[in-house]
């Protein structure tokens, strides 16, 4: 779950850095967590969802920290929240052992099938669309989409795959102009439209949490193919080479390198690379706060 620490000696370190931003005040966070002082890690998470509330580690993060403290109404609101933001958010938490607490509560049961719903709202039809974005198993998946069948919130058609037929799923006329025009999210909150720039830096800031993930796990397919998502013009390239462009230039050597070198060249420069993210990651948090305020 979470960003674990690599080495215990960089955790009075990180108590003591300035704590001017979100990414810092998780980081605190997670240290206290480590130490199983929940208290202090709520206290410092939520001075991360103050400075940021579009943050979504850091919803999720405290939704954690308050199911370990059995607060298990506002765990479940946390957790909805981080969901909103990024809804891969939602198999960390169907998997996640800090969710013992809420795990039978039926709000946490229902996050499942509100995720495939705001899936197929995103414009993903087919299961095996739905399974790829959500991150969900495929048994999951098909539960859910069975239960949104039955409560008349989504429709099934087939559309026709060579010589057999697969099914597709939309949602029903009145569930997509309520979530559509509204602009509603998962759990109904009225959610505001980011103007582009601001989107942009988010894409970006989210496809940095994935990347960090791949480099940690030693994930060459992985890694190479998140680059791409600052990489490519269609993606977030044109940002990145605006705002972002000697780590652009990086990113793409990292690439042809990791394709040449594979393993061990990500394990010998993979101190560079997250430092590399984590100083692209600061640089954007400032930049929302200042497009936000």
Same mark, same amino acid.
């Given at each position: 779950?979470?960003?674990?620490?690599?080495?215990?000696?960089?955790?009075?370190?990180?108590?003591?850095?300035?704590?001017?931003?979100?990414?810092?005040?998780?980081?605190?966070?997670?240290?206290?967590?480590?130490?199983?002082?929940?208290?202090?890690?709520?206290?410092?998470?939520?001075?991360?969802?103050?400075?940021?509330?579009?943050?979504?580690?850091?919803?999720?993060?405290?939704?954690?920290?308050?199911?370990?403290?059995?607060?298990?109404?506002?765990?479940?609101?946390?957790?909805?929240?981080?969901?909103?933001?990024?809804?891969?958010?939602?198999?960390?938490?169907?998997?996640?052992?800090?969710?013992?607490?809420?795990?039978?509560?039926?709000?946490?049961?229902?996050?499942?099938?509100?995720?495939?719903?705001?899936?197929?709202?995103?414009?993903?039809?087919?299961?095996?669309?739905?399974?790829?974005?959500?991150?969900? $198993?495929? *048994?999951?998946?098909?539960?859910?989409?069975? %239960?949104? +069948?039955?409560?008349?919130?989504?429709? /099934?058609?087939? =559309?026709?795959?060579?010589?057999?037929?697969?099914?597709?799923?939309?949602?029903?006329? $009145?569930? *997509?102009?309520?979530?559509?025009?509204?602009? %509603?999210? +998962?759990?109904?909150?009225?959610?505001? /439209?980011?103007? =582009?720039?601001?989107?942009?830096?988010?894409?970006?800031?989210?496809?940095?949490?994935?990347?960090?993930?791949?480099?940690?796990?030693?994930?060459?397919?992985?890694?190479?193919?998140?680059?791409?998502?600052?990489?490519?013009?269609?993606?977030?390239?044109?940002?990145?080479?605006?705002?972002?462009?000697?780590?652009?230039?990086?990113?793409?050597?990292?690439?042809?390198?990791?394709?040449?070198?594979?393993?061990?060249?990500?394990?010998?420069?993979?101190?560079?690379?997250?430092?590399?993210?984590?100083?692209?990651?600061?640089?954007?948090?400032?930049?929302?706060?200042?497009?936000?305020?």
């Amino acid at each position: 779950m979470k960003k674990p620490f690599q080495k215990k000696k960089k955790k009075k370190k990180i108590l003591d850095i300035d704590v001017t931003n979100p990414e810092a005040w998780n980081l605190k966070a997670l240290v206290h967590y480590e130490q199983k002082n929940y208290s202090k890690a709520l206290d410092a998470i939520e001075k991360a969802v103050e400075s940021d509330p579009t943050y979504g580690m850091a919803w999720y993060n405290k939704a954690c920290f308050l199911s370990l403290v059995n607060q298990v109404p506002e765990s479940l609101e946390a957790l909805k929240r981080s969901i909103e933001i990024d809804v891969k958010n939602a198999r960390k938490s169907i998997r996640d052992k800090d969710f013992t607490n809420v795990r039978i509560e039926e709000g946490f049961k229902r996050i499942v099938e509100v995720v495939v719903l705001e899936s197929i709202r995103q414009g993903y039809h087919t299961l095996g669309a739905i399974v790829w974005t959500t991150f969900l $198993d495929k *048994a999951d998946a098909e539960d859910a989409l069975r %239960k949104l +069948l039955e409560k008349g919130l989504i429709v /099934q058609h087939e =559309k026709r795959d060579g010589l057999s037929k697969i099914p597709i799923y939309d949602l029903t006329a $009145d569930v *997509a102009e309520r979530m559509g025009k509204e602009k %509603k999210g +998962l759990f109904g909150i009225t959610k505001k /439209q980011l103007p =582009k720039p601001v989107k942009n830096l988010k894409e970006i800031s989210q496809a940095i949490q994935s990347v960090r993930e791949a480099i940690e796990e030693e994930d060459v397919e992985k890694t190479i193919e998140i680059f791409e998502e600052f990489i490519d013009p269609t993606k977030s390239g044109e940002q990145m080479i605006e705002q972002f462009f000697e780590e652009h230039r990086e990113i793409r050597l990292w690439k042809i390198r990791l394709k040449d070198r594979g393993v061990d060249y990500l394990i010998e420069n993979k101190a560079k690379m997250l430092n590399l993210f984590d100083n692209i990651e600061v640089t954007i948090t400032k930049k929302l706060r200042n497009e936000m305020s």
